[in-house]
């Protein structure tokens, strides 16, 4: 591939890339003054819970939590133990 030509297409590129930028910032530029652009909402946050959610989610990982234990109880106990050597 000849090196010019690539430079010679990336200036190009780079000529047309930086006409649409400014393009772009002149509508930008002409919506703020006019009053027109919205501002992001930002953050949205945390969805907070109540007490009652709470509640109910701590009951359901409790519930998870003693079958996840009772589970890995039966993998232990159903398994020989290993004798030291």
Known sequence: MDIIKALR?????RKHLNAV????????DAARKQGTVR?????????????????????????YWETRRAQLRELQEGSPAEPHA
Not at 9 to 13: D, I, S, W
Not at 21 to 26: K, R, T
Not at 39 to 62: C, D, N, Q
Request: no cysteine.
């Open 9 to 13: 297409e990336l200036h190009a590129e």
């Open 39 to 63: 501002k992001s909402a930002g953050r949205r946050g945390r969805k907070s819970m109540s007490a009652a959610e709470r509640l109910k989610v701590s009951k359901r990982m409790t519930l």
């Open 21 to 28: 930028i400014a393009s772009l910032e002149a509508q930008v």
